[in-house]
């Protein structure tokens, strides 16, 4: 079983950055596909970013030019670099991991906003102000 946390969340003004990260623990296999989704209360989840194994991204239309998605497999680590940070940014952000198939990319974001992959975290939460 994989577990992960998320860290890096705060409370910052609009314009400003802030760099999320997810530990991944376990039975884990961070090679596979990963992603950030997040969910405001009241909205729909939406899916941030996503990784696959051979380092192909997405990203929501919202997010495009302004985060980043990476990821550390020696240090079993997921980011997710958000420059440039909105308002309408604010929302609780979680990470999420596949440990059985190797999706591509956007089967990996469809995923993640099904919440069908294997793992996901708490969460943390980003607020931005105007």
């Known amino acids: 079983q994989v577990q992960l946390a998320e860290s890096g969340g705060g409370s910052v003004q609009a314009g400003g950055s802030l760099t999320l990260s997810c530990a991944a623990s376990?039975?884990?296999?961070?090679?596979?596909?990963m992603g950030w989704f997040r969910q405001a209360p009241g909205q729909e989840r939406e899916g941030v970013a996503a990784?696959?194994?051979?380092?192909?991204?997405e990203y929501a239309d919202s997010v495009k030019g302004r985060f980043t998605i990476s990821k550390d497999n020696e240090k079993n680590t997921l980011y997710l670099q958000m420059n440039n940070l909105k308002p309408e940014d604010t929302a609780m952000y979680y990470c999420?991991?596949?440990?059985?198939?190797?999706?591509?990319?956007?089967?990996?974001?469809?995923?993640?906003?099904?919440?069908?992959?294997?793992?996901w975290g708490q969460g943390t939460l980003v607020t931005v102000s105007s």
């Open positions: 999420a991991a596949e440990s059985d198939w190797d999706y591509g990319v956007t089967k990996c974001r469809a995923y993640l906003v099904a919440g069908a992959l294997d793992a």
């Open positions: 376990g039975d884990t296999r961070i090679s596979y596909c």
């Open positions: 990784i696959d194994s051979e380092g192909s991204t």
